[in-house]
T-cell receptor, first 113, second 117 residues
């Protein structure tokens, strides 16, 4: 079975540009999570969805960040405009139920110059 | 508030040594879940174990074992006879059961384990 798929794996962009990160969860999983990992802040939850509906976006740092889940097999995390401090590894994860183990994608390493 | 503390930032051992990674959590909830994840140098996060708050049985999986003690709010992870391939960052995490919190993983800062040949 395919795991969580993320694209792109690496993204280098310039400050002010729009960045879109993509995620395909494991088929049949009802929960999808977006995390960010930095040296300073560690792993932090940005937002999560249940059955395509955003449940908690309190971790989204600012209005420049937005996330959508138009269907059960696809989600996007968009940053517009991007800033150097957004540089991080962004992980997508999915789980079958709320408190089940979450399976993580390989991550997208974002560098904003 | 919920919190996970991994006091050991880095641990270095020689191959075949046993090593224990500490994890202390804080929560006022009675129903919660504890997890361990491994992040090897390649960067992906690999699920290792999930334990609910009502199950204090220790668990062993090959060279890995976990000790859950509610009395001390700890969920420690021991690797027996460590190997170089165990070198990674290990994260302990906490999830609270509840309508507004379901699924939110709160991670510790991680412990970097280096196993030398």
């Amino acid at each position: 079975d395919a795991g969580v798929i993320q694209s792109p794996r690496h993204e280098v962009t310039e400050m002010g540009q729009e960045v879109t990160l993509r995620c395909k969860p494991i088929s049949g999983h009802d929960y999808l999570f977006w995390y960010r990992q930095t040296m300073m802040r560690g792993l932090e939850l940005l937002i999560y969805f249940n059955n395509n509906v955003p449940i908690d976006d309190s971790g989204m740092p600012e209005d420049r960040f937005s996330a959508k889940m138009p269907n059960a097999s696809f989600s996007t995390l968009k940053i517009q405009p991007s800033e150097p401090r957004d540089s991080a590894v962004y992980f997508c994860a999915s789980s079958a139920m709320g408190n089940n183990e979450q399976f993580f994608g390989p991550g997208t390493r974002l560098t904003v110059l | 508030a919920q919190k996970v503390t991994q006091a050991q930032t880095e641990i270095s051992v020689v191959e075949k040594e046993d090593v224990t990674l500490d994890c202390v959590y804080e929560t006022r909830d009675t129903t919660y879940y504890l997890f361990w994840y491994k992040q090897p140098p390649s960067g992906e996060l690999v699920f290792l174990i999930r334990r609910n708050s009502f199950d204090e049985q220790n668990e062993i999986s090959g060279r890995y074992s976990w000790n859950f003690q509610k009395s001390t709010s700890s969920f420690n992870f021991t690797i027996t006879a460590s190997q170089v391939v165990d070198s990674a960052v290990y994260f302990c995490a906490l999830s609270i059961h509840g309508s507004s919190n379901t699924g939110k993983l709160i991670f510790g800062q991680g412990t970097t384990l280096q196993v030398k040949p």
